[in-house]
């Protein structure tokens, strides 16, 4: 990529004719590859077997070294994380309603809704986005059989205090882990919290395997049905004894995945450095808040959050959306506008905006910075200047943005 150009006055910026900043976009969630020869010879050598799919020795390999690494019983690689959340919500026998945030990916509440599970969609706590545990028993039903938790951006929800409540009420507990690999919470690897957690290696996730997905748990029953379940309850040759769907994982995805975990902590590190850029980068401009990492947590660092007060900044989320992508910053709304404002859970619960008002909050403010290996300390200086130009002529910038 060429060096971007450092925008100085508005005139520059390309939504008002400037050149763009960036000579090719810059994307949140790029994908991380690992060792391109590695995973060549690793498709040579799956290809001269032509072992392709059915639980082959790359997939085992891959599940071995997962659980190994999040200190976990069992792993069991998938498809993708919605086809293992829908087949964990169905193993561990979840019914009736479900509490889960409704700021998060849409796939969490469709994969209850899927099976004619009622998702009940809770507030979340505006310091760290995710579900408030405060609101969670407010919303206990004689019908709720349990609660799916999300963590988000990399870090761990607040599973104490979900697991207590849980306990409490008699309700099963599972994480929606698809953004938490690799993190860690009071110290421990995420992965073995709750009945089961999920994963994603979806391309634009952290670690990738194409698409792909894993369900982590420390319960022996709960994993042999989870295992069934993703290969149509086959215990055998000809011996269905489950209903069961297709979740399996291929060799291919499972290839790229081993090569990957080689390259995890280089992941890890380019990710911090530019968390840790942006950070400087932004740390004292008025109405833009940085969300933060515990220091103390091990984290992927894989997504840049920023939250974009108008009130203060004068220029709104959405104007800074639209400067970003003239320059060729991807940036992005995350789980915008909710779950709840999203078919066919806005025709089935009309008034959820009402329960909701941090979520509604949040959805207006949020802004997702390019990161990953695919961006470098330049990309983040001339990123953040366009940031701090557009703030800091705020006035002019709304009034060129009204008059486009
Ligand atoms: C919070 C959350 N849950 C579930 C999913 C679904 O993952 P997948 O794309 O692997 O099905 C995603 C991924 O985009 C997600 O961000």
Known sequence: MLEPVMKQKLGDLAVFRGSPAFSEKLHVGKPNIG??????????DLLDTKWLTNDGPYVRQLERKLAEFLDVKHCIAM???????????????????????????????HALQWQKITPVFCDIDPRDHMIDPGRVEELITPRTSGIIGVHLWGQACSTESLTEIANRHKLKLMFDAAHGFGCSCNGRMLGSFGAAEVFSFHATKFFNTFEGGAVTTNDDELAARIRLMKNFGFSGFDNVIYIGTNGKMSELSAAMGLTGLESLNDFVSINRRNYQQYQTELANVAGVRM????????????????????????????????????????????????????????????HARLLLPETEKLVKRVLVLPTGTAVGIEEIKAICQIIRLAILQSEEVGRRLGAI
């Open 35 to 44: 060792n391109r020869e590695r995973l060549v010879a690793r498709i040579n």
């Open 79 to 109: 498809c993708n994380a919605t086809v293992a959340l829908e087949i964990t919500i169905r193993a561990a026998g979840l019914s009736g309603e479900v509490i889960i945030p409704s700021f998060t990916f849409i796939a969490t509440a």
């Open 291 to 350: 969300l933060k990492f515990d220091e103390r947590e091990r984290s992927n660092y894989q997504y840049v959050v920023a939250e974009i007060d108008e009130s203060v900044t004068r220029v709104s989320r959405d104007q800074l959306l639209k400067i970003l992508w003239a320059e060729g910053v991807l940036a992005r709304r995350y789980f915008y506008p909710g779950c709840h404002r999203m078919e066919p859970y806005r025709s089935f619960f009309p």
